[in-house]
């Protein structure tokens, strides 16, 4: 098969070649798709610059999620799921022809779902999910902060929360997200070109806090949404994208330390998601996410945005477009 394969760590016009590699087999677990093409995540422009520490060492396939129809399935892995079109997620291995994961991060999609939008399903809408649905349980009335929230998860995490009942406020870096992050149900759409969104969080919060911060930056954002929370309130970080505009002794400096004894004096909790971890440990609950996903995108009540679908030689472009932040949805690339 052919693979996009990562070859050295720098901008992405220099980090990848298409290169051949064996065809995998599947584990007893494990189905093999063959991709009409795969998802990109703000992970994978960490992994190009070499700032994702799960990512194997070049040269390396990397990606997370494809669609395609199963090829091969494993001894484990239901037969039925032969000829199925599905869309997956992966633990690397996304940028190749044939992809092999683990049936349970699997579900099956009809012909007429488009491309992209079944991606933005998989790792950001299954974050999304565990997040607001299983790790941090949103309540009618809380009041919500999510960070990049014209991102892929951002976005899912926007329609969840007002779908919940909940006052969101949402932070993004352009007016145009801004006018997005509204149209998903945000009651404050925050520019944080335009300033401070601590100060902009507190004008509008008033005497009350956060119940809730989704972050996705880390870094300096940490100690702000921390005095933004009230008592019991969460903040639950699944990201660090700070860390690539710095050095990792800065991101960590920024980010300061935190002592138990004052989280429970203060009854405030710090929630860290990592979902690699989760499926290497917990595949049965990303099944769970995933088809909860799937149910509420069938009924209408979850609307991933796509930004574009590239053709696969233009994978550099992709990299770079999603890693600038001039992104409005989900990045996908069609072999």
């Known amino acids: 098969m052919k693979a996009w394969t990562l070859i050295a760590h720098g901008a992405p016009e220099r980090a990848f070649a298409l290169r051949e590699h064996p065809d995998p087999d599947p584990k007893p677990h494990q189905v093999v798709i063959r991709c009409e093409g795969f998802g990109l995540n703000y992970a994978d422009a960490m992994c190009v ?7 194997p060492p070049p040269p390396c396939i990397i990606g997370y999620e494809v669609v395609g129809r199963v090829e091969r399935v494993g001894s484990a892995a239901p037969a039925g799921l032969l000829g199925k079109r599905v869309v997956a997620m992966t633990r690397f291995g996304g940028y190749g022809e044939l992809a092999a994961t683990d049936h349970r991060a699997c579900a099956i999609i009809p012909d007429d779902l488009p491309f992209g939008e079944a991606l933005a399903l998989a790792t950001q809408g299954v974050t999304a999910w565990y997040m607001a649905k299983v790790l941090s349980p949103l309540q009618a009335g809380e009041r919500v902060l ?9 976005q899912l ?14 932070v993004v870096g352009s007016a145009s997200k801004a006018d997005r992050a ?9 520019d944080r070109s335009t300033g401070d969104y601590e100060l902009q969080a507190l004008k509008r919060l008033g005497k009350h806090r956060l119940d809730a ?9 940490f100690k702000k949404d921390m005095r933004l929370l ?4 969460r903040l639950v970080l699944f990201g660090g994208a700070e860390r690539g505009g710095t050095s990792t002794l800065g991101f960590v400096w920024r980010m300061g330390l935190v002592l138990p004894i004052f989280l429970m004096m203060k009854s405030k909790s710090i929630l860290g998601v990592n979902m690699l971890k989760l499926g290497d440990h917990k595949p049965e609950l990303i099944a769970e996410c995933l ?6 995108h069938a009924s209408g009540a979850l609307a991933p945005r796509v930004h574009d679908t590239y053709d696969a030689p233009r994978l550099p472009e992709a990299l770079s477009a999603l890693a600038s932040g001039r992104t409005l949805g989900k990045v996908a690339v069609r072999w």
């Open 146 to 154: 999510v960070h990049s929230a014209a991102g892929g998860v951002g």
């Open 213 to 221: 911060s989704f972050n996705a930056v880390a870094g300096r954002t």
């Open 49 to 55: 610059r070499g700032l994702y520490r799960e990512a």
């Open 291 to 296: 088809r909860g996903v799937m149910d509420a």
């Open 230 to 233: 009230g008592s019991g309130g």
């Open 157 to 170: 995490l926007v329609q969840l929360a007002a779908q919940a009942g909940c006052e969101v406020f949402a």
């Open 182 to 190: 509204r149209e998903l149900g945000a009651a404050l759409a925050i």
